[in-house]
């Protein structure tokens, strides 16, 4: 039987690990207490040698990204990113909302270690709920003397504030999120500078995703060599994984990295229901190219698997596709949401979303032409590693995933002028149209 | 002519101070001139934001018009937002969205003559495990079906 491994989330059960005494009941700010008397330089040591890997998309070094920052005296910030927009993912607002204390005392651990006197929590706008419990922790944080001057009697000062976005996919990537925290359209910056060097006003900052923060406690707790311990060599640790789509028991399920995909689906998630079957899995959020079924039954859910497949771990949200869909209509879908979120800065994305857009959707009306094919893999190709930042190679991929796996669906629905799946066309870029 | 009220100008003006720099206030700002305002954003709110803020109106307008949260036409009170997007989509998120339009008898986007609904799809909310979902006001209502959804949205007055 497939089992989670409950590391992170061992207590998010319980409803009072939401509030501070529940929280320090249970283990809570102890670790806060360990790592001031630790030198900060040791944490951050520590942290590389975990081998812990943003959990936000990238799966870059978390240690290796916070060497970069210039070693002097000069103010930088912490920046958590909890915009969490990518498709298919919902494991951060679970944390925000089971665990806010776990993630504050992750950044506080972390704020010391870069020396930082002042982080920011963007939480996009819609997360009405994490913000009102975040607030509330925030509070008790300081009140209890965590955060604030001379925190616990080590001298170290620092400052937390949230800071909410406004509804735009892209101000998750950090650049973006950069320029909304500056009060400026969430437009992507050209890199480098990296922010590590040159971010929020032009100071050095460092941003991570709220689980790769919260996962710094349990370094500190457990020692680097118990966490590199857990997941595989490459790819240590556990990972709250977003199931969704067409799966019984939809839900986060935390397992160490490595875990089988087919575990993951038939097991934690019940599988399919009855007379259903497998048909395609989007294992990172739907900016990882789609695997077939054939794939998805050899999977691993780690880094490297997933990148040798062509495909990513990302941020771990697992989107189950089974037989009843049409996969033209699935990337129509994704088509328009990357054309809607494209921020307009750079041509190939701005152009190349639009297109994309545009013909799956012609195809999906019925009026595809035998060319638009290989025109999607074209649009597609020019789309990729030409950008200010990675949210147009996000919305190429996908596209060429599905056009190549599942290139049948999509010849039949210009040929026929209807779903092979579904046996109609459909009308207009909305679904709801496409049913009147 | 808008003008915010005492309240939304002390919050707008403590904005100010919040945060490292002066521009980061324009996104709060903003939020609190769509409250003030029945939950939309006209020139003339951007204009009093301007005066208060002592930030250029093409500077503030430039933030407004990047952002989906900030609407820019007026919206029923009860604004129902359904997730289009993939999880939802293959969990029934189409015909959430037309039976809904269908019982109001409104289209997409467009206010119900009452003024109470205005219905609109969005993408992803981050509620893709319990989809498919809508978003009314601050709410996220959840595992929906399209009659469960309407003896929600009937409740609403
Ligand atoms: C278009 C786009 C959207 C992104 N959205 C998110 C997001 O919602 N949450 C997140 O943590 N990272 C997101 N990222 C990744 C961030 O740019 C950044 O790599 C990450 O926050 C770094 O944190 P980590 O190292 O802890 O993963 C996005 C990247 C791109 C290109
Ligand atoms: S790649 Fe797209 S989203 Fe990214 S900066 Fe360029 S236009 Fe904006
Ligand atoms: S796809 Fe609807 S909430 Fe994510």
Redesign the pocket.
């Known amino acids: 039987m497939a089992q989670e491994t409950k590391y992170l989330s061992e207590f998010y059960h319980l409803p009072e690990f939401k509030g501070l005494t529940g929280y320090k009941k249970n283990g809570g700010y102890a670790d806060l207490v360990k790592a001031l008397k630790m030198p900060p330089q040791l944490i951050i040591d520590e942290v590389k040698a975990s081998g812990l890997r943003g959990r936000g998309g990238a799966g870059f070094s978390t240690g290796m990204k916070w060497g970069f920052l210039p070693k002097n005296n000069e103010p930088r910030y912490l920046l958590c990113n909890a915009d969490e927009g990518e498709p298919g993912t919902f494991k951060d607002r679970m944390m925000m909302e089971k665990a806010p204390h776990q993630l504050i005392e992750g950044m506080i651990i972390s704020a010391f270690a870069i020396g930082s006197k002042k982080s920011y929590i963007y939480v996009r706008g819609e997360y009405d709920e994490s913000i009102a419990t975040l607030e509330v922790a925030i509070r008790e944080a300081y009140t209890a003397g965590y955060l604030g001057k001379n925190i616990l009697g080590s001298g170290f000062d620092h400052d937390m504030d949230i800071y909410r976005g406004a509804g735009a996919y892209?101000c998750g990537?950090e650049t973006g999120m950069i320029s909304s925290l500056e009060g400026l359209k969430g437009?992507?910056k050209l890199k480098p500078p990296f922010p590590a060097v040159q971010g929020y006003l032009k100071k050095p900052t460092i941003v991570n995703n709220v689980e790769t923060l919260a996962v710094v406690k349990y370094v500190i707790r457990d020692g680097a060599a118990h966490y590199k311990k857990m997941g595989t060599e490459k790819s240590a640790g556990t990972k709250l994984f977003s199931l969704s789509g067409n799966i019984t028991k939809p839900g986060n399920y935390e397992v160490p990295l490595g875990f089988p995909l087919k575990d993951m689906i038939y097991g934690l998630g019940g599988g399919f229901k009855p007379g259903r079957k497998l048909k395609a899995v989007i294992p990172g959020g739907s900016s990882a190219p789609v695997l077939n079924a054939e794939e998805s039954e050899k999977a691993l859910m780690d880094y490297e698997n997933l990148a040798q497949m062509g495909s990513m771990l990302g941020s771990g949200a697992i989107i189950v596709i089974d037989d009843s869909q049409c996969m033209v209509q699935c990337l129509a879908n994704l088509t328009h949401f990357y054309h809607h979120e494209?921020?307009?800065?750079?041509t190939p994305?701005?152009e190349g979303t639009g297109w994309l857009d545009k013909i799956t959707h012609s195809i999906l009306s019925g009026q595809g032409r035998l060319q638009d094919i290989e025109l999607l893999l074209k649009i597609s190709d020019n789309m990729k590693g030409r950008?200010?930042?990675a949210?147009?190679d996000a919305a190429a991929l996908p596209v060429i995933s599905f056009v190549t796996k599942f290139r049948d669906e999509f010849e039949f629905f210009v040929r026929e002028g209807k779903s092979k799946i579904k046996g109609t066309a459909y009308k207009g870029t909305s679904h709801v149209e496409m049913h009147h | 002519m808008f003008q915010l009220s005492p309240e939304g100008k002390e919050q707008v003006l403590s904005e100010l101070k919040r945060y490292e720099a002066k521009q980061s206030a324009v996104l709060p700002a903003l939020y609190i001139g769509q409250r003030e305002n029945k939950g939309f954003i006209t020139p003339a709110v951007i204009q009093e934001l301007s005066k208060v803020m002592e930030i250029p109106e093409s500077q503030i307008n430039e933030v407004f018009t990047f952002y989906t949260m900030y609407n820019k036409k007026n919206v029923g009170k009860y604004h129902v937002q359904i997730c289009r997007t993939l999880s939802c989509m293959i969990n029934g998120a189409d015909e959430l969205a037309a039976h809904i339009c269908n019982e109001l008898n409104v289209k997409l986007d467009q206010m119900t003559p009452d003024g109470r609904f205005t219905v609109s799809e969005v993408e992803c909310l981050g509620s893709c495990g319990t989809a498919p979902m809508m978003q009314i006001g601050n709410k996220y209502f959840e595992n929906l079906t399209p009659e469960s959804a309407m003896n929600l949205i009937r409740t609403m007055k």
């Open positions: 892209i990537e437009q992507p494209s921020c307009g800065q750079c994305c701005r950008t200010i930042c949210l147009s």
